[in-house]
């Protein structure tokens, strides 16, 4: 048993141009995805414990320079990531650089660090789909499209219905006329097309405010 139909679907599918960001280098411009966001969707593909991501190599590229009075150095590093899909442990890695530059050279060999290993990890998992990036090592990109964000729809009348019952429910005594009175264009709706909720919240406010009018019993009346 390898991934699931609903992995590979989102192994497989286009890659969101949402999710794309640029950089220029060397006179071009390239595209790319951001580090936590592969993350992110290793975690939401293949569950949150069913992966792992080890740095295997890491390796400095000769010894910093200045460079207009700031410290730059190089790092190369190897990272593995390991995929268990059912019975199936699936292993692929890869190679990433990275390059830091900074007054201090501490921190200088941190963002090199960081870079490299985050690099690797994403041309690690760059190999099981279009989620993780392989769409964009096509020039043409034929897998980067435009995924305009799904509308949110508005609740049904059942559904309004639903929630002013649990408003009901919850409304302290003294405030149940108040709130019963705002629900008037609820209800005029509820008239015309689902008289039967209606009937059924009107019982219900009805008996919570008969409830909430009862006198309760003092302690020498529960005698």
């Given at each position: 048993m390898t991934f699931s139909d609903e992995q590979r679907i989102?192994?497989?599918?286009?890659?969101?141009?949402?999710?794309?960001?640029?950089?220029?280098?060397?006179?071009?411009t390239l595209s790319y995805l951001a580090a936590w966001h592969v993350i992110a969707e290793a975690n939401r593909i293949f569950g949150f414990?069913?992966?792992?991501?080890?740095?295997?190599?890491?390796?400095?590229?000769?010894?910093?320079?200045?460079v207009d009075g700031k410290?730059?150095?190089?790092?190369?590093a190897r990272v593995r990531i390991?995929?268990?899909?059912?019975?199936t442990v699936i292993v692929r890695e890869g190679?990433?650089?990275?390059?830091?530059?900074?007054?201090?050279v501490d921190q200088a060999h941190e963002s090199a660090v960081k870079e490299a290993e985050s690099d690797a990890m994403k041309r690690a998992l760059m190999t099981f789909g279009n989620a993780f990036g392989l769409a964009l090592y096509d020039k043409a990109q034929a897998n980067v499209v435009e995924t305009p964000p799904e509308p949110v729809k508005?609740?049904?009348?059942?559904?309004?219905?639903?929630?002013?019952?649990?408003?009901?429910?919850?409304?302290?005594?003294?405030?149940?006329?108040?709130?019963?009175?705002?629900?008037s264009g609820?209800?005029?709706?509820?008239?015309?097309?689902?008289p039967e909720r209606l009937a059924e919240l009107t019982t219900l406010y009805e008996g919570l405010i008969d409830l909430a009018s009862q006198t309760p019993f003092t302690k020498e009346?529960?005698?």
């Open positions: 989102a192994l497989t599918a286009p890659l969101n141009k949402a999710h794309v960001a640029t950089r220029q280098q060397a006179g071009q414990a069913e992966w792992d991501r080890e740095t295997v190599e890491m390796r400095q590229l000769g010894e910093p320079r200045l410290s730059r150095v190089g790092y190369s390991t995929v268990r899909a059912g019975d190679c990433g650089f990275g390059s830091g530059i900074d007054r201090d508005p609740p049904t009348l059942s559904e309004r219905a639903d929630r002013f019952e649990d408003v009901l429910r919850r409304t302290k005594p003294d405030d149940l006329s108040k709130v019963w009175a705002k629900a609820l209800c005029a709706e509820l008239d015309a097309a689902l009346e529960a005698k």
